[in-house]
C-alpha cells in the first residue's frame, strides 16, 4: 500500500507543477498577445504620420522635418517592438513546451497508478481465493472426520 501512496503524493507534485506550467504559460502568452498589440499600435501610428506628412504644405519644411525625425524614431520603435515580439513568441513556445511536457509526466504517473492499482486489485482478489479454498477444503475435511 506504500507504493499507492507514494504514487499519489507524486502525481500531486506533478499535477502542482503542471498547473504552475500553465499559470506561465498564461502569462507568457498575455505578454506575447500584447507585444503584437503594440506593434500594430506603432504601425498604425507609422501610417496615419505618413499621411499627415503629405498633407504638409512644402513651405511648412521646419514641420516637415520634425515628422520625418519623429517617423524615424517610430521605426526604429517598430524594429524594438518586432524583436520584442520574436522574444515573447520563443518564451511562450518554451512555456507551452513545458507545460505539454508536464501533461505528459502526470498521465503516466497517473497511468502506473492505474495499473498498480489493478495489479493490487487482482493480488487480493488471489489471495482472497485462496483462502475461501483453504476455508472450503477446512469445512469439507471437518465434515469427513465427524463420519
Known amino acids: 500500500m506504500s507504493k499507492k501512496y ?7 507534485m506533478r499535477q502542482n507543477v ?9 502569462k507568457s502568452l498575455d ?4 507585444c503584437i498589440e503594440i506593434e500594430s499600435e ?3 501610428e507609422i501610417e496615419k504620420n505618413m499621411l499627415l506628412i503629405q498633407t504638409l504644405s512644402e513651405g511648412d519644411l521646419v514641420n516637415q522635418k520634425a515628422m520625418y525625425r519623429y517617423l524615424e524614431k517610430m521605426r526604429h520603435n517598430l524594429q524594438e517592438q518586432k524583436r520584442n ?3 515573447a513568441k520563443t518564451v511562450y513556445e518554451n512555456k507551452k513546451s513545458e ?8 498521465k503516466v504517473i497517473e497511468k502506473h497508478k492505474s495499473g498498480y492499482l489493478e495489479k493490487l486489485k487482482d493480488e487480493l ?13 477446512a469445512t469439507f475435511n471437518r465434515g469427513r472426520s465427524y463420519r
Open 85 to 87: 515580439v520574436k522574444i
Open 31 to 34: 505578454y506575447y498577445q500584447k
Open 6 to 12: 507514494a504514487l499519489e503524493n507524486i502525481l500531486k
Open 99 to 106: 507545460y505539454i511536457t508536464a501533461q505528459k509526466d502526470r
Open 18 to 26: 503542471e498547473d504552475k506550467n500553465l499559470q506561465s504559460m498564461t
Open 125 to 137: 482478489k488471489r489471495l482472497d481465493n485462496i483462502q475461501n479454498n483453504e476455508l472450503a477444503i
Open 42 to 44: 506603432i504601425e498604425s
